[in-house]
């Protein structure tokens, strides 16, 4: 069974950085594409970054120059690195696994807070 454990998150002031993680298990991690969404209150949940497993990496607009995602195979964690945040990116952040057979899954889910 795919399980996926977010840690990282909290309350930050505007122009502040955060650094999200993600260990998986259960799965070959280093076949496994990886990608961090976010759902603010009313909204829909929105992709926000992705990584294949040969390293292509991919950004929406809103946040592309300021957010990085990463992955330590060795370690089976993908992280989401968050630099000059912004109000507009409180949310509750989501990562999620699509492993080589087409199974996805799903972390707990971390609050990200920023204070203007």
């Known amino acids: 069974q795919v399980q996926l454990v977010q840690s990282g998150g909290g309350l930050v002031q505007a122009g502040g950085s955060l650094r999200l993680s993600c260990a998986a298990s259960g799965t070959i991690f280093s076949t496994s594409a990886m990608a961090w969404h976010r759902q603010a209150p009313g909204k829909q949940r929105e992709l926000v970054a992705s990584l294949t497993v040969g390293g292509s990496t991919n950004y929406p607009d809103s946040v592309k120059g300021r957010f990085t995602i990463s992955r330590d195979n060795a370690k089976n964690t993908v992280y989401l690195q968050m630099n000059s945040l912004k109000p507009e990116d409180t949310a509750v952040y989501y990562c999620?696994?699509?492993?080589?057979?087409?199974?996805?899954?799903w972390g707990q889910g971390t609050q990200v807070t920023v204070s203007s």
């Open positions: 999620r696994i699509v492993t080589s057979l087409g199974y996805g899954a």
